[in-house]
């Protein structure tokens, strides 16, 4: 008896705890259908547009279709005109005497001018040479021109006077610890 009524307590505050929950399953209910609503127009706006990008294709596909068979024709009207236009093509000139004697006359004269030029060309070779052996000799350190000697002439006693320090540096220490006896 006492099981029976433990059992038909648990059993109204089960009933309970469900009629408590009603409103929380019909809201959840109605987010279901939404989601579900919502998912089917996204799948339904997916297939048309994966209708749309097919007829695309298929246009776009029609188009270089239709392209490479004018290139083809474009190409083969080009062939024939390569084919025969060595035959149609030929030239033929006449010069008479005197014109040959002129044009002779002509290419002698410009051959002297291009053997007068060639002194010139020869002068200006041997001034651009001699610009290069000036840039050689005075080179830009540090924005001042030294010419050759006077660099040599600065290493000569920046490496002497390094010498003379160091070797100062090394009697000072060896005369406070004996390092030579």
């Not at 008896?1 to 505050?13: A, I, L, P, Y």
């Not at 009697?171 to 006896?181: E, Q, R």
């Given at each position: 008896?006492?099981?029976?009524?433990?059992?038909?307590?648990?059993?109204?505050?089960?009933?309970d705890g469900l009629v408590n929950?009603?409103?929380?399953?019909?809201?959840?209910?109605?987010?279901?259908?939404?989601?579900?609503?919502?998912?089917?127009?996204a799948r339904l706006e997916l297939?048309?547009?994966?209708?749309?990008?097919?007829?695309?294709?298929?246009?776009?596909?029609?188009?270089?279709?239709?392209?490479?068979?004018?290139?083809?024709?474009?190409?083969?009207?080009?062939?024939?005109?390569?084919?025969?236009?060595?035959?149609?093509?030929?030239?033929?000139?006449?010069?008479?005497?005197?014109?040959?004697?002129?044009?002779?006359?002509?290419?002698?004269?410009?051959?002297?001018?291009?053997?007068?030029?060639?002194?010139?060309?020869?002068?200006?070779?041997?001034?651009?040479?001699?610009?290069?052996?000036?840039?050689?000799?005075?080179?830009?350190?540090?924005?001042?021109?030294?010419?050759?000697?006077?660099?040599?002439?600065?290493?000569?006693?920046?490496?002497?006077?390094?010498?003379?320090?160091g070797l100062a540096i090394f009697?000072?220490?060896?005369?406070?610890?004996?390092?030579?006896?």
């Open positions: 008896m006492m099981n029976d009524v433990e059992n038909e307590v648990e059993e109204q505050q089960a009933e929950r009603v409103p929380e399953l019909k809201q959840l209910s109605e987010d279901i259908d939404k989601a579900t609503n919502t998912f089917i127009n297939e048309s547009a994966i209708q749309q990008y097919q007829r695309a294709e298929a246009k776009l596909g029609g188009a270089v279709t239709t392209i490479s068979k004018k290139v083809d024709t474009i190409n083969q009207h080009i062939d024939k005109a390569l084919e025969n236009a060595p035959t149609k093509l030929k030239v033929s000139v006449n010069v008479n005497d005197a014109d040959w004697q002129k044009i002779q006359e002509l290419f002698a004269k410009e051959r002297q001018w291009m053997t007068a030029q060639m002194h010139i060309r020869e002068v200006n070779s041997m001034f651009a040479d001699e610009r290069k052996k000036v840039r050689e000799r005075y080179k830009e350190y540090d924005g001042c021109y030294l010419g050759y000697y006077a660099q040599w002439f600065f290493w000569f006693f920046f490496v002497l006077g390094l010498v003379i320090f009697l000072i220490l060896d005369s406070h610890y004996h390092w030579t006896k």
